[in-house]
């Protein structure tokens, strides 16, 4: 079952083509992410998703309804993570919640249990204005996860954040994710995405320049197919995937020769800068 369907989308601001006629799906229970620079058009997608932003041209469906149309129903199953979108900073972390737990009308004991997968329940009578970047960056997280959403947008979720509070949220997602949750992913961060994502669409000037997982992206855009082993004499051979190559790497596995081998197909950043010219700034 696909939540997101986009087809042949297109978004001027004036003169200006920020989504350039682009197509997609996501399906239930996955990871998507949707990569590229700043200023390469991920947020004005997400906004168009969310209904926020018209249209110019095409098609776009969030469980099965044009997002502009949808009833409360299934606004309600919709959660969204943006850069301090949502945050009362005069509040307390506690009293955040509170606001979004009468929105949504859920459990009061709902907001405790949050505040414990998010590592934030023994700060929660802490002001927002005093919280550091990541904590806020988890309450936001919390505050998307009271509802209980089905799909859930995260705008550049871990930007700026320290390696072991992002790795906090990647666990945090992946345990959505486990409970059937859709989450819809961008970011410039190529890395992130190859941990996370099911699957990827790059993005650059507004169009989608790969679409696949990040596995099948990198296997495809592989051009100098070697291969790297290292022995147990510790010697380092290339091999090139040429039959006389191959043979002599066959007979070193025959002959339990091998400690480690890896290929060489790039990663998602390489890929990325090989397709656009442009690094990801």
């Avoid at 997280?141 to 959403?149: E, G, H, T």
């Avoid at 992130?192 to 997982?213: N, R, S, Y």
């Avoid at 990198?218 to 510790?234: A, E, I, P, Q, S």
Wanted: with cysteine; net charge positive; glycine share 6%.
């Amino acid at each position: 079952m696909n939540v997101i369907e986009v087809k042949n989308l297109v978004k001027k601001f004036g003169k200006k083509k920020v989504i350039n006629d682009i197509s997609f799906s996501v399906n239930k229970g996955e990871i998507f992410g949707f990569l590229g620079p700043s200023g390469a058009g991920k947020t004005t997608l997400i906004k168009m998703l969310i209904g926020e932003y018209n249209i110019t041209s095409g098609e776009v469906k969030v469980f099965d309804n044009k997002p502009n149309r949808m009833d409360e129903s299934l606004s309600n199953k919709i959660s969204i993570v943006m850069d301090n979108f949502g945050l009362y900073e005069r509040l307390t972390v506690y009293e955040n919640m509170l606001v979004f737990k009468n929105i949504y009308n859920t459990k009061k004991e709902d907001i405790d249990e949050i505040l414990k997968k998010v590592e934030l329940y023994d700060s929660k009578k802490v002001i927002t204005s005093k919280l550091s970047k990541g904590m806020k960056q988890r309450l936001l997280l919390a505050r998307a996860l009271i509802n209980k959403p089905k799909l859930l947008f995260l705008d550049e979720p871990t930007s700026g954040l320290d390696p072991q509070t992002s790795l906090k949220i990647h666990s945090l997602l992946f345990d959505l994710k486990k409970r059937g949750t859709t989450i819809f992913l961008t970011t410039h961060n190529m890395e992130e995405a190859t941990k996370m994502c099911d699957k990827v669409a790059l993005l650059h000037l507004g169009k989608i320049v790969e679409f696949g997982t990040p596995k099948d992206i990198c296997m495809r855009h592989n051009k100098n197919n070697m291969f790297y082993v290292l022995t147990k004499d510790n010697q380092e051979l290339v091999f090139k995937s040429l039959k006389k190559d191959l043979d002599e790497l066959g007979d070193l596995i025959k002959n339990n020769s091998i400690l480690s081998i890896h290929s060489s197909e790039p990663n998602l950043e390489t890929v990325f800068i090989d397709l656009t010219g442009k690094e990801l700034v």
